[in-house]
């Protein structure tokens, strides 16, 4: 059973809508991601948080906004999104942001923008 | 640029053996992870290679040549349940996860 959770599983938005995507992760660890994961393509990172700080933002557009209040627990809020940003967001943790500690992964949001 | 090579698509039959092959070129090299990925599921961690041979985990075993910038995940006497997607990431020498897009493999009874 993974230590990340993600909700909810799945989201239908219209592109006027907001509404935020939530990740809790249980293993104790400092550092969590945002990974955008479109049918056939490679995994995307968009937002890495180390001790609450984010650390990286890979030039993703303003509509996503992350916010990471403590260690366990990470957002990423949505508005005003595309149809092209239907995807499965996912997100994972490790123990740092180093770069050489493994990923967890959450089981994901998958998101239809309509 | 960067970039992670592996097949889209695989099938094989249940109980022979399966070789899923992954092809890098990265700036600089730190390590080479394989992920199983259940459709609607969370990726999970299977194997990680720095140095050159064979690690071996039960059925599946990985290999790295690092000077062919090559991987492959072997997967010995399937099963239905190995049905799933297989990513290949490479670290990279900013320690940056590189990922392919994955190779999803269908067991056929």
């Known amino acids: 059973e993974t230590g990340v959770t993600q909700t909810p599983r799945h989201l239908v938005m219209g592109m006027t809508n907001k509404k935020s995507l939530k990740c809790e992760q249980h293993l104790g660890h400092n550092a969590m991601y945002w990974y955008k994961q479109s049918a056939k393509k490679p995994l995307e990172l968009m937002f890495v948080?180390?001790?609450?700080?984010?650390?990286e933002n890979n030039s993703v557009p303003s509509r996503f906004s992350p916010e990471c209040p403590n260690s366990s627990h990470l957002f990423l809020h949505l508005h005003t999104l595309q149809p092209e940003d239907s995807a499965l967001y996912l997100c994972a943790s490790s123990q740092g942001a180093t770069g050489i500690e493994t990923q967890y992964f959450g089981p994901g949001t998958r998101l239809l923008v309509l | 640029g960067q970039n992670i090579d592996q097949p889209t698509e695989m099938t094989a039959t249940e109980g022979a053996i399966v070789q899923i092959n992954c092809t890098y070129q990265?700036?600089?090299?730190?390590?080479l992870f394989w992920y199983q990925q259940h459709a609607g599921e969370a990726p999970t961690f299977l194997s990680y290679?720095?140095l050159d041979g064979l690690e071996e985990k039960g059925r599946f075993s990985s290999f790295l040549s690092r000077s062919k910038g090559y991987s492959y995940l072997l997967l010995k006497e399937l099963q239905m349940k190995d049905s799933a997607s297989y990513l290949c990431a490479v670290r990279d020498s900013n320690y940056q996860l590189i990922w392919g897009a994955g190779t999803k493999l269908i067991i056929k009874p």
């Open positions: 990265t700036s600089g090299f730190n390590g």
């Open positions: 948080y180390n001790f609450k700080e984010q650390t």
């Open positions: 290679n720095v």
